[in-house]
Structures are given as C-alpha cells and as structure tokens.
C-alpha cells in the first residue's frame, strides 16, 4: 500500500499517543460544567424571586451605583465567568456593589449577585475574587436556592418570620424566599446552604474559573485564607457552611486537568482594589441600623443606585405560595 501524507500524519499521531502512554501519561479531556437538573420551580418563577429579593436589597443595604468603579470592575470579571456557561444553562446574571466592610457575597436566584467592598480590599489578585464570584454563581447554576424550597419542612414558619421583618402581610413572595432559604434578619439578607451545596459550588466554580483562564487553586487559597481568622471570621464563613477540607478537595478535583497558562496579575484589579480602599465603608451592625430608619433606600436613590427587575419570559408568572397548614 502507497503511503499518503494523511496516513503518515496518522500513524504518527497513534505513535504519540502509544508513546505517552507507555511513559505514564493520562490523556485527560478538559473539564465540563454538570447538567445542573431542575426544580420545582420554573426558570420564570426563579428569575422573578430573586430579582423581587433584589429590590430589598436596595432598600435594606447601601448599593454603589452602577458607574462606580468597583461595580464596573466586579462586572468585567462577571462577564469572564459569565462566558464559560452554556447558553442553555445560563442566567440573567448581574453585578452589584455594597460598601460592607466585612468579607461577604451572594448571589439570589435567577442571577443577582452582590459583593462587599471588603470581599475587593481582601484579595490578593484578581483570581481569588473571581474564585468567590465563581463560587456564588455555581449557587445559581445549580439552583440550590430554588432545590431548596422543595425541601422546606417548616416553610409556614419561615414565610411568617420574614414577613415580620419584611413588614407585609402576603405570601407569595415572602413564603417563596422562606422556602428558597432566602431570608432578612439583622444582618441583611441571608442565604443558607448546606454543606453538599457548598462542595459542589467549590467544584462548579473550579471548572467555570479554568474555563475561564483563571488559576482555580485560588478560590481554596482565599477560603483557606479567611478560615485561618478563626472564630472572629468573617460573615461569609457563618453563611456559607464549610464543607470540610475544601483546600485539598480542590486540588483533587483540578489534579487531572490539562495545564493551561492562567491569567496573570491584573492592572485593573490593583486599581480597583486602591480605590475601594478610600470609599466610606459601613459595618453590618451600622447596615442594620440604617435599615430600620430607611437610610439606605434614601442613599440608594440619590445616590442613582436604583434597581428595576427585569420583566421574565412569560410575563406575571406567579410564585409559588405556601400552602401549608
């Protein structure tokens, strides 16, 4: 048989291949977001509920507005992890500032997402706060909030909770949040997790920052960095329950993957991380205070720090109320 320029390249690549393998080597295949699954509540009713939790926000806690440098920092990086996840599995995600001091994110169903000034200040690079941010979108990715509403065994008591604190007497909304696990208490708005959801947003996220070319050891690194403050750590440790050695989970899970080149340091992240160090910054205590009296939804609004839900798919599609006795 005549021996083409195709076959030889052929012979060629299967020669390499038997060679790697003969010397040790893993041919390894670069890592896949998981089919998230579903929920008992629709896409529509999860972006509506998070967006409506959203607009509490803006009236609970202080929010920079959108032109402020940290917001259109914190969105340029958004938008590089927005872009590792497929269409079909994506969210309207978006990106808000507040000037907490404390180290603290979260995101809401649907896709809102918010970051204390003091997550910015914390960071070493710009890899270690993509890797919270990656972190907290694997939250939305994987609908915990809204696979948590299913299983909600004191809803009735939850909704009755938050509607105190919400001041408003209807269900849908409040009983909604209660079930997702979404709730307003002293310290703003609270989201809880278990600690399966919390391994399996280290590992989404992992994979959404290699995606996109950031070093996903360090999302371990700044966790690992904020367990080392102890018992006095910080509201995102007391949020987010650990779960257990996610240093070493971490560096198991991305073991495998292919080398890559990461992105280096940032100019734009030194600078962002400069100017947030000069804003006026509110402890939670003082955002508690504020509330009370309306002080944020003030300064939000002169501020031009406002909020407007987007309308989803199917206009009006109505929350899922307790119905529970």
Same mark, same amino acid.
């Given at each position: 048989?005549?021996?083409?320029?195709?076959?030889?390249?052929?012979?060629?690549?299967?020669?390499?291949?038997?060679?790697?393998?003969?010397?040790? /080597?893993?041919?390894?295949?670069?890592?896949?977001?998981?089919?998230?699954?579903?929920?008992?509540?629709?896409?529509?009713?999860?972006?509506?509920?998070?967006?409506?939790?959203?607009?509490?926000?803006?009236?609970?806690?202080?929010?920079?507005?959108?032109?402020?440098?940290?917001?259109?920092y914190i969105r340029k990086v958004g938008k590089k992890l927005l872009a590792t996840?497929?269409?079909? /599995?994506?969210?309207?995600?978006?990106?808000?500032?507040?000037?907490?001091?404390?180290?603290?994110?979260?995101?809401?169903?649907?896709?809102?997402?918010?970051?204390?000034?003091?997550?910015?200040?914390?960071?070493?690079?710009?890899?270690?706060?993509?890797?919270?941010?990656?972190?907290?979108?694997?939250?939305? /990715?994987?609908?915990?909030?809204?696979?948590?509403?299913? %299983?909600?065994?004191?809803?009735?008591?939850?909704?009755?909770?938050a509607g105190a604190i919400l001041g408003t007497q209807t269900r849908g909304i409040?009983?909604?949040?209660?079930?997702?696990?979404?709730?307003?208490?002293?310290?703003?708005?609270?989201?809880?997790?278990?600690?399966?959801?919390?391994?399996?947003?280290?590992?989404?996220?992992?994979?959404?920052?290699?995606?996109?070319?950031?070093?996903?050891?360090?999302?371990?690194?700044?966790?690992k960095k904020l367990a080392s403050e102890g018992s006095q750590g910080p509201q995102?440790?007391?949020?987010?329950?650990?779960?257990?050695?996610?240093?070493?989970?971490?560096?198991?899970?991305?073991?495998?993957?292919?080398?890559?080149? /990461?992105?280096?340091?940032?100019?734009?992240?030194?600078?962002?991380?400069?100017?947030?160090?000069?804003?006026?910054?509110?402890?939670?205590?003082?955002?508690?205070?504020?509330? %009370?009296?309306?002080?944020?939804?003030?300064?939000? %609004?002169?501020?031009?720090?406002?909020?407007?839900?987007?309308?989803?798919?199917?206009?009006?599609?109505?929350?899922?109320?307790?119905?529970?006795?």
């Amino acid at each position: 048989m005549t021996e083409t320029p195709a076959s030889r390249k052929f012979m060629v690549a299967v020669g390499t291949l038997l060679l790697l393998a003969s010397v040790g /080597y893993t041919v390894v295949d670069v890592p896949q977001l998981p089919n998230p699954g579903s929920a008992s509540m629709s896409r529509d009713q999860q972006i509506q509920l998070g967006f409506q939790a959203a607009s509490k926000v803006y009236q609970q806690m202080p929010v920079l507005p959108d032109s402020s440098p940290e917001t259109q920092y914190i969105r340029k990086v958004g938008k590089k992890l927005l872009a590792t996840i497929p269409a079909q /599995y994506s969210w309207p995600f978006e990106f808000h500032t507040v000037p907490q001091k404390e180290i603290n994110a979260f995101a809401l169903p649907g896709g809102p997402m918010f970051v204390n000034v003091g997550t910015i200040t914390a960071a070493s690079n710009e890899s270690e706060l993509a890797g919270v941010m990656a972190h907290e979108m694997s939250h939305v /990715y994987m609908q915990h909030s809204a696979k948590q509403a299913g %299983k909600a065994q004191t809803t009735q008591q939850l909704a009755g909770i938050a509607g105190a604190i919400l001041g408003t007497q209807t269900r849908g909304i409040v009983g909604s949040l209660a079930q997702a696990g979404v709730q307003f208490g002293a310290q703003g708005l609270m989201l809880k997790y278990s600690r399966t959801d919390e391994a399996q947003a280290d590992a989404v996220g992992a994979i959404i920052l290699y995606k996109a070319g950031y070093n996903p050891q360090a999302m371990a690194d700044f966790f690992k960095k904020l367990a080392s403050e102890g018992s006095q750590g910080p509201q995102f440790l007391s949020d987010h329950p650990n779960p257990g050695n996610r240093d070493q989970a971490i560096q198991k899970e991305i073991a495998a993957w292919p080398p890559r080149t /990461y992105n280096q340091a940032d100019a734009s992240f030194q600078a962002a991380r400069q100017h947030a160090t000069g804003l006026k910054v509110y402890s939670g205590e003082e955002i508690a205070q504020g509330a %009370k009296s309306g002080q944020w939804a003030t300064m939000n %609004k002169q501020n031009g720090a406002t909020f407007k839900a987007p309308v989803p798919a199917s206009e009006k599609t109505p929350l899922p109320t307790n119905t529970k006795k």
